[in-house]
């Protein structure tokens, strides 16, 4: 790894282009989260939806595409996948059958703690040795980029 | 779009974890350059090798795989369409034939300005009403990310 990281550190020093540095920080996650979450056989969008679903099960297919920005062909791969998998089932609305809610299985709910973990340790990864005024800082920023970013054309 | 994208936004605010939000702004920023891009035959990947190339032209594969951090099949693949698409070439080193250089072609050097325009609008959105001073600590914050996300394991 050395060199390599050497490398791209020192690009990333003189870039001041923000999509190419959000760029650069989703490939490094991805491939980090790629290892991370091989064993249970997901990826990060997996591991985003099933965070999603901890926080709040029975939520509507519809209702977690939009309020996360996640596209909705995306979102009913990734399910197919977490079915397969026995993490995640789906019901139809007991009121409107039209509407399908997604719910963890008691496997889905046995493996919270391990992703609780990886994305916990990911997160400290990411802030390093900021102070937790600058962690702040950073968030509140990067929240801002996400809104402009959530209102492009 | 409106309440979509007010769904979002609320969920953004508050999200406080760093890769939830990276992750929430590549796909926004994905599905704005694939409309942008569609006309020259090229997603967000050959966008950022062109816009290497335009900085450095003659640069090798494997140099901009290691200085960029992208992985080396991703690069490979992405070569492909940029030949395809005749924006690019790669021709071997005179000294060391085993080393592949890249270079622009005519099509390649005329999209520039188009592709800039791109880059800077889109870079305007995501700072949206930042000031100068904001912008320039965010950017300042997010290298920080960068720099801690090219040493994940």
Same sequence: chains 1, 2.
Wanted: net charge positive.
């Amino acid at each position: 790894m050395g060199s390599n990281e050497n490398n791209a550190v020192q690009w990333v020093e003189d870039v001041d282009v923000a999509a190419a540095l959000i760029y650069f920080i989703y490939r490094s996650v991805q491939r980090h989260l790629a290892r991370e979450l091989a064993e249970y056989n997901i990826g990060w969008g997996h591991f985003a939806i099933l965070m999603a679903l901890y926080e709040r099960e029975g939520v509507s297919q519809e209702s977690l595409a939009r309020s996360r920005g996640f596209d909705k062909t995306m979102i009913a791969k990734s399910l197919l996948t977490l079915e397969k998998e026995g993490l995640v089932y789906r019901k139809n609305d007991r009121e409107d059958r039209r509407v399908k809610r997604l719910f963890l299985t008691e496997k889905g709910k046995r493996i919270k703690p391990g992703l609780d973990r990886i994305g916990s340790e990911l997160n400290a990864s990411l802030m390093g040795e900021m102070s937790p005024r600058e962690a702040s800082a950073a968030m509140g920023l990067i929240r801002t980029i996400a809104v402009n970013a959530a209102r492009l054309p």
